[in-house]
């Protein structure tokens, strides 16, 4: 089944952290966090990667694993 990009509905993140999912075949095989960069990091641009691993041994990444796992993916195409 093909992922119904037309029929997507957008929404406004007010709050929480930005993340990155990889798929392959339905299933996530990375989850990364976006890092906040300083106003300074900005200006300059992304030297250091913006995204970085989430760790299922944080206590502070648990929700992400949480959502992540409560998430169906199945009819996402492979990606990031």
């Known amino acids: 089944m093909d ?4 029929n997507a509905i ?4 007010l709050d ?5 999912l990889t798929i392959r075949r339905g299933h996530v095989v990375r989850i990364e966090k976006r890092r906040n960069p300083s106003k ?3 200006k300059i641009g992304i030297v ?3 995204y970085v691993d ?13 959502a992540v796992a409560n998430t169906d993916l199945a009819i996402v195409p492979d990606g990031e």
């Open 10 to 13: 957008a929404s406004e993140k």
């Open 54 to 66: 989430a760790s299922s041994n944080a206590s502070k990444d648990n929700w992400i694993f949480d």
């Open 40 to 42: 300074d990091q900005k």
């Open 16 to 20: 929480g952290v930005n993340i990155r």
């Open 48 to 50: 250091n990667p913006w």
């Open 3 to 6: 992922f119904d990009f037309k």
